[in-house]
């Protein structure tokens, strides 16, 4: 399969914990994106990477939300002392510089907070 | 006010009926739209850019409006399958991330 993985596909934890999601992109794409998506809702913007280089972030994204993307593969997203209101579908895409629009996005992470 | 609106819907149309959704969005200096369409419990997916001077991609038929900041889909014919979340997608020019409205459920009935 040479589509977006992401790994685990669910999570389950208790809040206050740290939790780790993991990203393989398409394999030549150099543009990297994390989303979050709850029900009913669109997807909302994280943080977006083009090859190691973490070169937009979400200011709604707080201080326990970190996401590296070392050598320009594979990204991890760290979410430290979880909340209940983390509790979402997180979604990686990747894509290519163009066509502009195009992202590819993996089956997404399920994190629940108890 | 939300960047991208859209109708939440459910739009519930018989098989073969017309139906267009709208959506508006907020930022002047947005230049690239698209619309994604995202089946239940699973990953968004790219339908079609959104060109200024409109465009159609089998019995689905993008506009937009600049002036009005809208931008709208058509679908035609509806089909069984068609039944999804339709994501209206605004990119600014000055930013990398592309912006998600909330999207518009769409439910075809045989």
């Known amino acids: 399969d040479t589509g977006v993985s992401q790994n685990p596909r669910h999570k389950i934890t208790k809040r206050g914990q740290n939790v780790t999601f993991r990203c393989d992109p398409i394999?030549?794409?150099?543009?990297l994106y994390w989303y979050r998506q709850t029900l009913g809702q669109g997807p909302e913007f994280l943080t977006y990477?083009?090859?190691?280089?973490?070169?937009?972030k979400s200011r709604l994204l707080s201080d326990r939300f970190s996401a590296e993307r070392p050598k320009g593969s594979f990204s991890t997203l760290e979410i430290q002392r979880t909340e209940q209101g983390d509790s979402a579908m997180y979604l990686c895409?990747?894509?290519?510089?163009?066509?502009?629009?195009?992202?590819?996005f993996g089956e997404g992470s399920r994190l629940t907070v108890l | 006010r939300k960047e991208v609106e859209q109708d939440p819907g459910p739009f519930n149309v018989p098989e073969g009926a017309t139906v267009a959704f709208n959506c508006t969005y907020s930022?002047?200096?947005?230049?690239?739209f698209f619309w994604y369409r995202q089946d239940c419990r699973k990953e968004p997916k790219l339908l079609m850019s959104?060109?200024?001077s409109g465009n159609e991609d089998g019995r689905f038929t993008a506009q937009l409006n600049r002036a009005s900041q809208y931008i709208s889909l058509l679908i035609r014919d509806s089909k069984l399958s068609d039944s999804a979340t339709y994501l209206c997608?605004?990119?600014?020019?000055?930013?990398?991330?592309?912006?998600f409205g909330s999207g518009t459920r769409l439910l075809v009935r045989p």
């Open positions: 895409a990747s894509s290519l510089v163009l066509p502009i629009g195009e992202l590819f």
């Open positions: 394999s030549e794409h150099n543009r």
């Open positions: 990477f083009q090859n190691e280089a973490q070169l937009e």
């Open positions: 930022n002047s200096a947005s230049q690239s």
């Open positions: 959104v060109y200024s």
């Open positions: 997608v605004v990119k600014v020019d000055s930013s990398y991330k592309l912006i």
